[in-house]
């Protein structure tokens, strides 16, 4: 709070209690609706966080964010260039020198997601038919205009974060 606005971003009201044990005076936010956490994640400007699909909303975003953990679930961040902490790690000093690396911009953080992003879009699209590649391949840039509808599985929520720019609707 010294040195930037921090908000707990809390899933249920459990949560909620326990932001507020930690610091009665905490700015919250919770919402039931999760096009709410995407609007809020779009406005942050990095995170310290023990959810993976938060940290990957954020990336989506171009934003980096420290995940910290209790098990290898965490470590799914490195996939997209983020880094992981172990709760049982993670120090005062530690964290103070993630919140410094991100505030100088973790090595063009934005720039390096582009990167991968694209580098799985490629990936994925590879896995169709040569014909859908083909059909497909007007997904590289991010579409903007008319309204259309394109359905796609997707295997995760990772998947649609990553391509979500790229999706009609």
Not at 64 to 83: C, F, Q, V
Request: glycine residues 6%; proline residues 3%; charged residues 30%.
């Amino acid at each position: 709070k010294k040195y930037e606005r921090v908000i707990f971003s809390c899933h249920n009201q459990k949560e909620v209690d326990e932001a507020k044990e930690i610091d009665p005076e905490a700015e919250i936010f919770f919402s039931e609706n999760y096009l709410d956490y995407m609007k809020f994640y779009s406005r942050a400007k990095f995170g310290f966080m023990n959810r993976i699909h938060a940290a990957y909303q954020l990336s989506s975003y171009g934003k980096p964010s420290l995940i910290i953990g209790a098990d290898t679930r965490a470590t799914m961040a490195k996939e997209i260039g983020n880094p992981v902490m172990f709760v049982g790690d993670a120090t005062e000093e530690k964290l103070m020198e993630t919140y410094d690396y991100f505030n100088q911009g973790a090595d063009n953080y934005k720039e390096r997601f582009a990167t991968i992003k694209l580098r799985a879009f490629d990936h994925y699209m590879s896995t169709f038919p040569k014909g859908w590649t083909v059909k497909m391949s007007y997904l590289k840039k991010p579409i903007k205009g008319k309204k259309r509808l394109i359905i796609v599985k997707l295997d995760a929520i990772g998947d649609y974060v990553l391509f979500r720019n790229y999706l009609e609707f």
